[in-house]
């Protein structure tokens, strides 16, 4: 018992410390549900070790200092099924006193939009509270990225590309559709467990072509770059207000990937193939993380957590803290967050029928 | 030397920035903490630097990083304690440490086996940072060096140490890792998502089985059911013989054997992708190989806890190289060391390709940490292996209901659920089968660990080579026998020759007597029809998704032949053949409790909680096993209840898990941690 005894005050003598480290104080005033003495629990449907932990272990300690009555923000993981064991168990949660959130991921949506039979969940039944967007980066070695004629990719189209991929059916069917319509012959590598893994291959010189998530690109691309030994090929862009694709605030000297289809001979920025890329890209990175209160949730305490993560982009701090773990995109609350989570969840039938067709045709995913 | 200007002034920045009491004081509090969650089994670094998550924000990132390597850095130094005591791996770096540790332990030389094996950890360690410091320079050419085809030779060589575990059949050892291989491939392929033996009714089984559950189930529960139907304590002498000083004379009669392990353990721990969980087999294959008197391992040899032990300190130190050079975890400990790093101070530590760049003196201070978080922790081990050797007196009645509760905790921390515990059982069994007829655990677990990267490396590796193929014929073989790979398989192939030459003289655990044909029969039969079942399934596999296909398939059929070649000679030899070794049988071990009725007391454990959930469940357990099984009076046993519970209860709160909920908490809304 000793053992526990020591732990636990080592546990409490840190909380102390980390406590008087807090700088700043934020505080959501009006009326809303108060938390104090309780524990929230977020739930992230994947393991400790993923892109949603990180994020999730970023706003918790921020979060827990926001909340009225300051509760205790827990982080808890429930991986499984490609999160979404997590997504159904969170289905079936009613909402109780707002001690309870959930984070999803674009790895959550894809399933979901593509009529998965695993899921049983539904995002209308649940309520968003924030929206968290991202962007991605293509990449290539120099002596390829040589061969691109300004923005026309199609000296490319005789090369054997390979790419590490993680699987079609997940966030890298947006990389996997974008490079097929500039016409690249590229055969994805599939068994590997994180984008790391993907870079790893690529820096072996296995892989000749990859992406990156905008902040794991900042920290493990940027450097290849000044070193040379890799060229950005474009980013997959941004939303603006009347959701057109526009150039990614992160990486504004970066063409988008819009712009290289445009300039590539073949390439439509209309049409099927178009809008299915569009409405899966829009699926999965302007809105990819997101938390959301289980179904039921009272009003009150939908204000309450809108009014907290308002406090925590309000931080003096918030810009400093956020641009290496999140990078420069919205982090989206209220109208903003439903308007976000709508675009992310709703993909036109059509969109979705292509690329349940061209997963069958190219890949031999069939998701019956 | 031009690294040296760039590395000293960066070493002595690094040892300005440690040698604080206030970043000491940080550093033993973290090694402190380590040896508390490592002495549990199945609780290593994730659940450690879990706990520690909430704390990283914002902390000063050389305190912030004290404490996080404080406690990585010491819990393959104190999951001895379970490995040599119990018998129960305590994390997957220490399973080969059962091999001869637990024999050790039940000789009642607990004490020489645990100072023996801290000694080589602190040796691991320091060899671990001081190889790091200057290895970190020149690192990141060599680790792009292995590319998969590499990858897979490695992974080749650890499962090539299957020869030497196999036992005194070879081909019983061969068809347990192909046994193991099959059990890895369960769920859902990694290259196209085909389900292999599993549907998506039972949504467990997709996600496969995990390493802590086949582990603990494999090793521990065996052991435990075994030591409980002696009804005595581990340790068979009443005196503990040889103390600690003694385990400090082994350790330096074999010091080479273990700067060797060492080197072993930094080398695979470098490579991205591999992790701990081969490094300690490849060891302990190592260390059998360069032992002249062959005949004790498996029954109590000193050597056979030194070489694991000193390489998988050794590999923490190379699991760094990854981790903070290219960002790449090289286990789930460090992938969560990496997200904690992030939260550091403002988060202007990077790790990745520009840590060395811009925060080599924070990379230094790493390494430092790392060495002084080892001698720390050391130190404190060897001053307590004495009092807790003595564990091994207690009569193990009273120890096994604990152990079952830790190890039923460890297993279902990830998933929290029921099904957790029902693998757990069923895996169980099948360790206390295959311990029974002297099939090789060991050999069993290497195939399963490794089962995973075998078929993804293979897959990948066939994929890229084609692609090199179809550029030229010269640039394929150049990708596919670069002068690494050459390297790697002739070491295995010389490991595999020697290793079966060997194997017949090593009973990884112990000797057993033969005894009669239909029992191990029986057995053999179950395994095939699993077999021949998980052959048929896999055959199954449409052809969109071939390359989730080709290598149950491949593993199957190489197990069945041999299973079917072990029948021939079953059917041909006499009874008293090795071939028909069965513990039930003979003197071997003095049984004072049948076996069914042992498992009766776990499957009513688990068949509580599927009614009742966790916690209740294992009240009664608790309760009726030391009133019952254990003789004890109504107040001792309500007084171990209590103490169960209340730990159980504080663990899972620190920890933040729930419990396993039962039918009864479908119906009514109770508190946790009833929940």
Request: glycine share 12%.
């Amino acid at each position: 018992m000793t053992i526990i005894t020591t732990t636990r005050r080592v546990a409490l003598g840190l909380a102390a410390a980390a406590a008087a480290s807090f700088a700043t104080q934020a505080h959501a005033g009006g009326h809303g549900i108060d938390l104090a003495g309780k524990t929230v629990e977020w739930v992230i449907p994947f393991s400790e070790t993923g892109g949603s932990a990180k994020w999730a272990n970023f706003y918790a300690p921020l979060l827990s200092e926001a909340l009225p009555g300051e509760p205790t923000v827990v982080v808890k993981f429930m991986p499984g099924a490609g999160s979404t064991k997590g997504a159904n168990w969170f289905q079936e949660q009613s909402y109780d006193d707002g001690t309870l959130i959930f984070g999803s991921s674009g790895s959550t949506q894809f399933p979901y939009l593509l009529g998965d039979p695993r899921v049983r969940y539904e995002y209308n039944d649940w309520n968003v509270v924030l929206a968290s967007g991202t962007g991605g980066v293509a990449y290539l070695p120099p002596d390829l990225a040589g061969m691109m004629n300004g923005l026309d990719a199609s000296a490319l189209q005789g090369t054997d590309f390979i790419y590490g991929s993680q699987g079609a059916t997940r966030l890298d069917l947006v990389p996997l559709l974008a490079w097929e319509m500039l016409g690249l012959q590229v055969e994805p590598v599939f068994g590997i467990k994180g984008r790391g893994d993907g870079r790893l291959m690529f820096e072996r010189g296995e892989a000749n072509i990859d992406y990156q998530t905008s902040s794991s690109y900042l920290k493990g691309v940027t450097p290849l770059v000044e070193a040379g030994t890799a060229v950005p090929m474009m980013s997959w862009g941004a939303l603006d207000a009347d959701g057109n694709i526009v150039r990614d605030p992160t990486f504004p000297d970066m063409p988008t990937f819009k712009e290289v289809c445009e300039a590539t001979p073949g390439c439509e920025t209309s049409g099927e193939k178009w809008d299915a890329w569009k409405a899966f890209f829009v699926a999965g990175f302007p809105a990819q993380k997101m938390v959301f209160l289980p179904a039921g949730a009272s009003n009150d305490a939908m204000v309450t957590y809108k009014a907290a993560f308002d406090a925590i982009k309000a931080r003096d701090d918030f810009a400093e803290i956020s641009a290496g773990r999140l990078g420069v995109y919205p982090q989206m609350t209220g109208d903003e967050a439903t308007g976000a989570l709508a675009s992310a969840t709703q993909v036109p039938d059509s969109a979705k029928a292509f690329v349940v067709g061209w997963l069958q045709d190219r890949y031999g995913v069939s998701l019956n | 030397m031009e690294f040296l200007s760039v590395a000293l002034p960066a070493l002595s920045d690094a040892a300005g920035l440690i040698l604080q009491p206030l970043v000491l004081g940080y550093l033993v509090l973290g090694v402190v903490m380590g040896l508390a969650i490592g002495v549990f089994p199945g609780l290593g670094g994730i659940a450690g630097l879990s706990l520690l998550l909430p704390f990283m924000f914002g902390m000063d990132p050389v305190l912030g990083l004290a404490l996080m390597i404080g406690m990585v850095a010491v819990v393959p130094t104190s999951d001895t304690f379970a490995s040599v005591l119990m018998g129960i791996p305590g994390s997957s770096a220490s399973q080969a440490t059962v091999l001869d540790g637990f024999p050790l332990a039940k000789k009642g030389e607990a004490a020489r086996a645990l100072s023996a094996a801290f000694a080589s950890s602190l040796f691991g360690g320091l060899v671990g940072a001081a190889f790091l410091t200057l290895f970190i320079l020149v690192a990141r050419p060599i680790v792009l060096e292995f590319r998969t085809p590499e990858l897979l030779m490695i992974t080749v060589f650890g499962l090539s140490m299957v020869g030497i575990l196999a036992g005194r059949v070879a081909l019983k050892g061969i068809v347990a890792a192909g046994l193991g291989m099959m059990v890895g491939t369960i769920g859902e392929g990694d290259s196209a998502g085909a389900l292999r033996m599993a549907t998506y009714d039972m949504p467990y089984l997709v996600d496969g089985l995990k390493l802590v559950i086949v582990g603990l189930g494999i090793f521990a529960i065996p052991e435990i059911v075994a030591l409980l139907r002696q009804d005595r304590a581990i340790s068979e002498g009443a005196v503990l013989g040889g103390g600690w000083a003694a385990g400090l004379r082994d350790w330096f009669a074999n010091k080479w054997l273990s700067a060797r392990c060492s080197i072993i353990g930094v080398v695979v721990g470098v490579i991205p992708g591999l992790g701990g969980s081969v490094v300690d087999w490849i060891a302990y294959g190592h260390t059998v190989q360069t032992t002249k008197d062959k005949s004790k391992f498996g029954s109590g040899e000193v050597r056979g806890v030194i070489g694991p032990e000193s390489s998988n300190n050794a590999k923490e130190g190379g699991g760094l190289v990854p981790t903070l050079l290219f960002g790449i975890p090289g286990s789930g400990s460090m992938a969560i060391f990496i997200g904690a790093i992030a939260l550091l101070g403002s988060g202007n530590i990077e790790v990745g390709p520009s840590m060395l760049k811009n925060n080599l003196d924070i990379t230094y201070a790493i390494v430092w940490l790392l060495a002084l978080a080892n001698v720390a922790g050391t130190l404190i081990c060897i001053a307590s292996s004495g009092g807790i050797a003595r564990l091994t007196t207690i009569p193990f009645s009273l120890l096994a209901p604990f152990l079952f509760m830790i190890i039923a905790f460890a297993a279902f921390q990830s998933g929290q659920n029921l099904m957790d515990l029902v693998a757990l059982f069923a895996i169980g069994l099948l360790g206390i089968l295959m311990r029974r007829f002297d099939w090789s655990r060991p050999a069993f677990l290497i195939g399963f660990v490794l089962s995973n990267p075998a078929e993804t490396y293979a897959n990948q590796a066939v994929q890229i080579a084609r692609s090199r193929f179809r550029k030229g014929f010269e640039e394929g073989i150049d990708y596919i026998f670069s002068p690494i790979v050459i390297v790697l398989i002739v070491i295995t192939v010389i490991s595999v020759v020697v290793g079966l030459r060997q194997a017949k003289t090593i009973m990884a655990e112990g000797a057993v007597d033969s005894g009669r044909k239909r029992a191990p029969m029986i057995f053999l039969l179950a395994v095939l029809a699993y077999l021949v079942t998980a052959f048929v399934n896999a055959s199954l596999i449409p052809d969109f998704a071939a390359a989730d296909r080709v290598f149950p398939r491949f593993v199957a059929g190489v197990a069945i032949v041999g299973a079917l070649v072990l029948l021939v000679q079953m059917m041909l030899r006499p009874e008293t053949h090795a071939l028909f070794a069965d513990r039930e049988h003979g003197t071997a071990e003095t049984n004072q409790h049948g076996l069914w009725a042992t498992l009766a007391w776990f499957a009513g454990l688990l068949v509580l909680t599927a009614l009742l959930g966790f916690i209740l469940a294992l009240a009664i357990f608790l309760f009726a096993f030391i009133r019952f099984r254990a003789g004890r009076s109504w107040g001792y046993a309500a007084a171990y209840t209590a103490a169960g519970i209340g730990f159980m209860c504080a663990m899972a709160w620190l920890l933040n898990r729930d419990f396993p909920p039962g039918l009864l908490q479908s119906y009514a809304d109770l508190p946790w941690p009833l929940t």
